[in-house]
Every structure is written in C-alpha cells, then in structure tokens.
C-alpha cells in the first residue's frame, strides 16, 4: 500500500507537518509505503482559469510542480492531506493545490479524466488550528470534506486539532498515539463509524 503526505503549510517543521508525519509514520509501521511532499518544497502556481484542461488531451497547461503531484496521486492508494487553519480555512497553498486538480478531477467534463484513475483513493483530511473551540470552524471543515468527495476521495477521517496556541503539536503527549492509530487504520481498515470531525482538543 502507497500512502502521500500532502503538507500545506508554509512551515516545513511546523504543527501540520509533525501531524502529517505522525499519521505516515504509523502507516509505515504496518507496511505502508510512504511519501511527504511539503508545499515549501514546491513550484505550484494558481491556476489560471483558461479551461485548457477541457479543450485538449494534455491535461493541465501549466507546466510546473503540479505533474509530480500528479504522478504521486496516480500511484498512491492514499492521501493524507493536511492544512492549518488560517483566517478561518485552509491555507493558501492548500487552496492552490485544490485549484489545480480541476484537471484532473472532472469527469462530468474534462477529458483529461481517465477511467483507470477514476477509483476513489482514500483520505485523511486533517487540520490544525489555534483557537481551542472545536466547533468554531466545522462548517467550513464540513464543506471541506464534502468538496474532497466531489473530488472522486474516500474521506475516512477528519482529524482536528485544537489548541496550537498553547505549544506545539510534538509536545502533545496524547498526540503520538492518536496520529499513528489514525495512519494505522489507513492500512487495517479498522475505522470508527464516521465522524464529521474527530477532534482532538
């Protein structure tokens, strides 16, 4: 099994790519294959709009980063996708990385879809966030999850936590174990009923 970190934070050791790394690591441990990609390390730029991705067979004209992600995506069995959470929603580099998968996330439209990648892949959607109220971003976390279902994903999880502005995510002892079962599901299947928000104060 191949599981892709996508870490949308403009801070390669922060909060959301300790999160990331932890939910990896315990798919790792039941033998995943795993993979992180940090925005930081990336040229992806906003798309432009111009609707190339319907009018030809080439996909995407914008020529940059986005075709690893791509090939990343093609051949991961899941995703694992994480993003603070700024100005009550997702980072602006996340924003541009799902702006760019209108390429190839269309199939009521795009040519560029192909039934060979037309299987759902499952995620795990997770954010972070300063603030301690759990609730005071769960609409927008709601819309979020059911954007990534219209995207053709299979959202398992929803993790959320709360609190940064208290102190880091690594020295969260609790934080340890809860990430790697979230990664260790990935792989045994073992997942609770779901919950539009598993948040972990």
């Known amino acids: 099994m191949k ?17 990331v790394n932890q939910i990896l690591e315990g798919a790792k441990v039941h033998g995943a294959e795993t993979q992180s990609w940090y925005c930081s390390d990336l040229d992806i730029k906003p798309c432009q709009g111009c609707w190339g991705c319907h009018k030809g067979d080439q996909g995407c004209v914008i020529k940059d980063d986005m075709q690893k992600l791509n090939d990343a995506i093609d051949h991961a069995d899941a995703i694992v996708f994480g993003s603070p959470i700024y100005m009550m929603q997702m980072s602006a580099q996340a924003k541009i990385f799902i702006d760019r998968m209108f390429a190839r996330f269309s199939p ?23 603030n301690p109220d759990s609730s005071l971003f769960q609409s927008y976390i709601d819309y979020t999850k059911h954007m990534f279902e219209l995207l053709e994903f ?16 690594h020295e969260r002892k609790d934080l340890h174990t809860v990430m790697k079962d979230i990664g260790s599901s990935l792989v045994s299947e073992r997942f609770p009923e779901y919950r539009s928000t598993e948040t972990v104060p």
């Open 3 to 19: 599981v892709m970190g996508f870490i949308a934070s403009p801070r390669k050791e922060g909060n959301t790519a300790w999160i």
């Open 108 to 130: 009521r439209y795009s040519p560029y879809f192909k039934e060979e990648n037309a299987a759902q892949k499952k995620l795990i959607l997770t954010f972070n966030q300063g």
């Open 154 to 169: 299979d959202v398992k999880e929803v993790p959320v936590v709360t609190g940064m502005r208290n102190g880091p995510a």
